[in-house]
Structure formats: structure tokens, C-alpha cells
């Protein structure tokens, strides 16, 4: 049976950080942002916005614009690494807030929970359920997946330059328009390691940045490995002499903590892939110089970070590969697209990956390419740490929902916050009915329950 995604909603908050403005407050050089992590805008909550009304938010988009009921949900999930309650799970909030526009309990026969790994528990969560459908479990009903985050960092951190806010809505079921999903090639890995975490009761992450960079491309690449193995042994795709697998995706998908986090990627991933092939040797000839090797044989990654020769040398060498003509064709027709909304928007944790998706969709089908039957390819990672690599099938309806797709209208006209302001909301320092902008038919934040029996309860409203 095929199960995928068969439309997908955005939801940003209107305000927004603007990158040269934050460079310079913060003394850097305008470019690192835009050029270097590719950064040009960072959405940001309004002082009424929390992780749940960005879901619910995003929910009731998909809702409406699919004239979906509530008996036609049968699974809400709410993945995200922004929560707020240790119990409550965040699909509850939502689907509270929903029914103050279907109506009381109209959502009661609807299961979910939420889920929690990082960035890539939104991925796990879309397995789970396109698995729930494909076991026939599903009855004919949809799964809505929602992925929601508040990236915030440190004031003066160095992740501080990459934050942002927002929320995914993806609907799922058996006659997927958009995207039906390889069954049975899945992959994951994992590991114990502390790159970036939130300890409890602390609101922003302890993060190694250079090590989360480097940790996030070895775990990606291990879930690749074991991702070609199964396409292989599966049968899915043959691979004939001298190709690799990446031959066969015709667009990448990478999780963007920052969009140029998905063009490092895309650079390991391929030179990895490359290096036993005969396209390689000539490639090296034009690089001018020889593939890096660290010092240390076991190549751990405090190690690696440790060898700063081995790091300048392969800086230099992934530099040099990347403005190849061979690796610039990979990147421009298979990747470029997928980063002009995380330029746009910034860091959304859990939904990063399939702003991703969606900007792919978008910005490919404005050039004219028809995607009928591309094979999509999905690197999804999660700090802490875990990859998942999947893959699925761009399906022959997608046009009837891509034609309709435009980033831009749907964000809305968007506020750009003075220094002052954002830093004001960032350290909370405003109250809840301070916002900045007026709701507009969308869910809100009015109270958080201060009395001991009551305290941290949540109420919401939803503005006509
Ligand atoms: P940094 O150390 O300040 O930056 O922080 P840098 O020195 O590495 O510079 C960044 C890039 O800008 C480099 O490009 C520089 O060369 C370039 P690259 O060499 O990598 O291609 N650059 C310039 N370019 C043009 N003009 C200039 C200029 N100066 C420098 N003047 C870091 C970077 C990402 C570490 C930091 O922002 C950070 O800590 N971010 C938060 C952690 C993070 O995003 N990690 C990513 C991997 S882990 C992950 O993705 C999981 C996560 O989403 C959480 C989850 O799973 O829940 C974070």
C-alpha cells in the first residue's frame, strides 16, 4: 500500500531578526551570515506565541485548506524539542486549541503523542505513521505530523546567529499527492553523545558547535551506508559499474540548522561516495591537491577537531572540491532550491528538514522541472545524536498541490524587530499580552497559570 505525505503547511510568526542588522550589533562581518551560514532573516515568536499555537497553527492550515473534519484525523503527533510541560504532551495542547474551532471533543476518537529526539523526531514520527497506514490500521483516516520549534540560543552565543521559529504541518495517508515514501529502506543510527542538549528547567541548549557540525556529518553518513544497503538488497535501485547510489536521488533533502549546513553535507556525503569511483582521480587532478588525512589513524572526532593542520588543509580541500564544475552541477540541480526558505526563516529545530521539502517543491516547480517521479532523498539528524536517511517518490497529482505553493504569502506580511526589541523578547522581559503584532485567525497564547494548584496550565484563544 502507498503511504506518504499528501500536503504539507507552514506556519512562521510574522517578526523577524534581519542578519546584517544582528551582525552588526554583534560586531561580525554581515557576510558570515549571509554568505558563510547562509542567514538572511531569523523568525522569531511574538511575546504570545508559544511551540504548541505554531502547531496548532499550522494544523488548522492544513485543515481548512484541505476541508478536512476532525473524524477524517486519526493520529496527531507533535514532534518537537521546545517543550514546556514533562507529562503533558503537546499534541494535547493542540488539539484543545482545535477544538475551539471544530468544536468540544470533535477530536476524541484521535490518538498521538508527542515525540522527542532533536531535530529528527519529526522523521521518526512520519515513519511511525506512514507505517500505521500501511498496516491498515489507519481505516481510511489521515495522520497529521506536526514538527514545531523555538530555535533560541544564548544571547551572544555563537549559535545566536542561528536561530529562528515555526512550525510543519504534514498530512498523511494511502493516496498520497505529494510524496509517497520507499517502503522497507529506512535507515537509522545513533549514538550517546552530547553535542547540543537542554539540560531541564534551562531554556536555551549547552552547544559544541564545531563538534555538532562534524557529529551531525558522520552520523548522517553512517544512516546513508546503511540506507544503500537496503535500497540494494531490496532491490529498489541497481546500481550499475562505477555509479553510487547518490546517481539515483534526484533531489536531497538535508535537515538546516543553517542553510549552508546543507551544502557541508551534500559535500561530505558525495566525496565520500566519489572517492572509490573513476570520476575521482581526474576531480583530484583539477583540486590541485590530495585528499587531507588526519593525523590520528581512529579519526575520533575530538581528534579530528584537535588536528587543526588536518582541519585548515581539508577547509581548503572542501573548498576547493565544492567550486568544482562536477560538484556545483550535483548542488545547483539537486539541493539549491531546498535552502531559499531556511535562508528566509532561519533554524526550526524539528521542521528545518521539511522547510527544506517544501522550499524544494516550490522553487523546482517554478523553474519549470516536471517533478512527476523524482526520487527525493531525506538526511535527517537529531543532536544527542541520531540520523535517519529515507527516501520516497514524488507522485503524478503533485502538481494540483505545489502550483498553489508560495513561501512568501503564506509567512504574511512580516515585522522587522529593532535589536532592542528582539533582545527584549529573547530575555522575556515582556509580558504575554505585550505582542508586538495583533493575531490574525490564528491561535494565541492569552495565560500560563501562576497559583501552585494550577500552576503552568496553559490557555489559548483564537482570533477572527
Ligand atoms: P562559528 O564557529 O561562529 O562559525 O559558528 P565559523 O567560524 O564556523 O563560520 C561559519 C562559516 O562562515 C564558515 O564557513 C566560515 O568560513 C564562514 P565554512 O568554512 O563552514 O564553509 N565565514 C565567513 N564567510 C564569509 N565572510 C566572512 C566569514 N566569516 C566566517 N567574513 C556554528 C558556526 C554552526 C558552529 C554556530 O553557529 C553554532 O554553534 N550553531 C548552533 C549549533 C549548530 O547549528 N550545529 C549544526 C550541526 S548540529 C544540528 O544540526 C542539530 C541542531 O539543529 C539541534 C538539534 O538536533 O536539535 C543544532
Given at each position: ?10 506556519y ?23 554568505k558563510?551560514?547562509g542567514v ?10 508559544d511551540?504548541a499555537c505554531?502547531?496548532?497553527?499550522a494544523c488548522?492550515?492544513?485543515?481548512q485548506?484541505?476541508?478536512l ?8 503527533y507533535?514532534?518537537?524539542e521546545?517543550a514546556?510541560d ?27 503523542v ?8 519529526g522523521?521518526?514520527a512520519l515513519?511511525?505513521?506512514?507505517n ?5 490500521e489507519?481505516?481510511g483516516k ?7 520549534d ?6 551572544g552565543?555563537s549559535?545566536?546567529?542561528?536561530q529562528?521559529a515555526g512550525?510543519?504541518?504534514m498530512l498523511?495517508?494511502d493516496k498520497?499527492?505529494?510524496l509517497?515514501f520507499?517502503p522497507k529502506?529506512?535507515a537509522?543510527?545513533i ?7 537542554r ?11 564545531q563538534y555538532?557540525?562534524l ?7 553512517k ?5 544503500k544497503?537496503?535500497?540494494?538488497s531490496?532491490?529498489l535501485l541497481?546500481i ?14 538535508m535537515h538546516l540548522?543553517?542553510?549552508n549546513?546543507g551544502k ?8 565520500h ?7 575521482w582521480?581526474?576531480l583530484?587532478?583539477?583540486?590541485g ?5 588526519p ?6 572526532i575530538e581528534?579530528?577537531l584537535?588536528d587543526q593542520e588536518f582541519?585548515?588543509?581539508d577547509?581548503e580541500?572542501?573548498?576547493?572540491f565544492?567550486n568544482?564544475?562536477e560538484f556545483?552541477?550535483v ?5 539549491a532550491?531546498?535552502l ?5 526563516i ?6 528545518s ?5 517544501r522550499?524544494?517543491?516550490e522553487f ?6 516536471d517533478?512527476a ?10 543532536s544527542?545524536?541520531s540520523a ?6 514524488i ?6 498541490v505545489v502550483?498553489?505553493m508560495?513561501?512568501?504569502?503564506e509567512?504574511?506580511?512580516r515585522?522587522k ?8 523578547i529573547h ?32 490557555r489559548?484563544?483564537?482570533n477572527?
Amino acid at each position: 500500500m502507498a503511504a506518504g505525505i499528501d500536503d504539507i503547511a507552514v506556519y512562521i510568526p510574522r517578526l523577524y531578526v534581519d542578519a546584517s542588522d544582528f551582525a552588526h550589533a554583534r560586531g561580525m562581518d554581515p557576510a558570515k551570515l549571509e554568505k558563510g551560514l547562509g542567514v538572511s532573516k531569523m523568525a522569531m515568536v511574538d511575546t504570545n506565541q508559544d511551540p504548541a499555537c505554531l502547531a496548532a497553527n499550522a494544523c488548522l492550515k492544513i485543515m481548512q485548506k484541505n476541508k478536512l473534519s476532525p473524524e477524517s484525523i486519526g493520529r496527531l503527533y507533535v514532534s518537537t524539542e521546545s517543550a514546556f510541560d514533562e507529562s503533558k504532551a503537546m499534541n494535547s495542547y493542540v488539539i484543545g486549541m482545535l477544538e475551539q474551532v471544530y468544536g468540544s471533543s470533535s477530536f476524541e476518537h484521535c490518538g498521538g503523542v508527542e515525540t522527542k529526539f532533536a531535530c529528527v523526531s519529526g522523521s521518526y514520527a512520519l515513519y511511525d505513521n506512514t507505517n500505521w497506514i500501511r498496516a491498515g490500521e489507519a481505516e481510511g483516516k489521515n495522520a497529521l505530523v506536526v514538527v514545531s520549534d523555538i530555535a533560541k540560543y544564548d544571547l551572544g552565543s555563537s549559535g545566536e546567529a542561528t536561530q529562528g521559529a515555526g512550525a510543519i504541518a504534514m498530512l498523511l495517508n494511502d493516496k498520497p499527492r505529494l510524496l509517497a515514501f520507499d517502503p522497507k529502506v529506512t535507515a537509522t543510527s545513533i549514538k550517546d553523545d552530547y553535542d547540543f542538549y537542554r539540560p531541564f528547567g534551562k531554556e536555551t541548549p549547552i552547544v559544541h558547535g564545531q563538534y555538532s557540525n562534524l557529529l551531525y556529518l558522520i552520523q548522517v553518513r553512517k544512516a546513508l551506508e546503511a540506507w544503500k544497503n537496503k535500497v540494494i538488497s531490496s532491490g529498489l535501485l541497481e546500481i550499475g559499474k562505477d555509479e553510487t547510489i547518490l546517481d539515483y536521488i534526484d533531489y536531497f533533502n538535508m535537515h538546516l540548522p543553517y542553510a549552508n549546513m546543507g551544502k557541508k553535507a551534500l559535500a561530505y556525503l558525495i566525496r565520500h561516495e566519489w572517492r572509490s569511483l573513476p570520476r575521482w582521480k581526474p576531480l583530484i587532478d583539477k583540486i590541485g591537491m590530495a585528499e587531507p588525512q588526519p593525523k590520528d589513524p581512529r579519526g575520533t572526532i575530538e581528534s579530528v577537531l584537535g588536528d587543526q593542520e588536518f582541519m585548515e588543509k581539508d577547509h581548503e580541500f572542501t573548498k576547493r572540491f565544492t567550486n568544482t564544475e562536477e560538484f556545483q552541477e550535483v548542488y545547483e540541480s539537486k539541493l539549491a532550491s531546498s535552502l531559499i526558505a531556511s535562508k528566509m526563516i532561519g533554524n526550526l529545530y524539528t521542521a528545518s528538514l521539511y522547510l527544506g521539502f517544501r522550499s524544494s517543491l516550490e522553487f523546482e516547480y517554478q523553474k519549470g522541472v516536471d517533478l512527476a517521479g523524482k526520487r527525493i532523498g531525506f538526511g535527517s539528524y537529531g543532536s544527542g545524536a541520531s540520523a535517519m536517511v529515507f527516501s520516497g517518490v514524488i507522485q503524478p497529482e503533485y502538481e494540483s498541490v505545489v502550483k498553489d505553493m508560495n513561501i512568501e504569502a503564506e509567512i504574511g506580511t512580516r515585522k522587522k524587530l529593532s535589536l532592542e526589541e528582539y533582545e527584549k523578547i529573547h530575555e522575556n522581559k515582556l509580558t504575554i499580552d505585550q505582542s508586538l503584532l495583533s493575531p490574525k485567525k490564528e491561535f494565541v497564547l492569552v495565560e500560563i497559570q501562576t497559583k501552585p494548584e494550577y500552576r503552568g496550565e496553559r490557555r489559548y484563544s483564537f482570533n477572527e
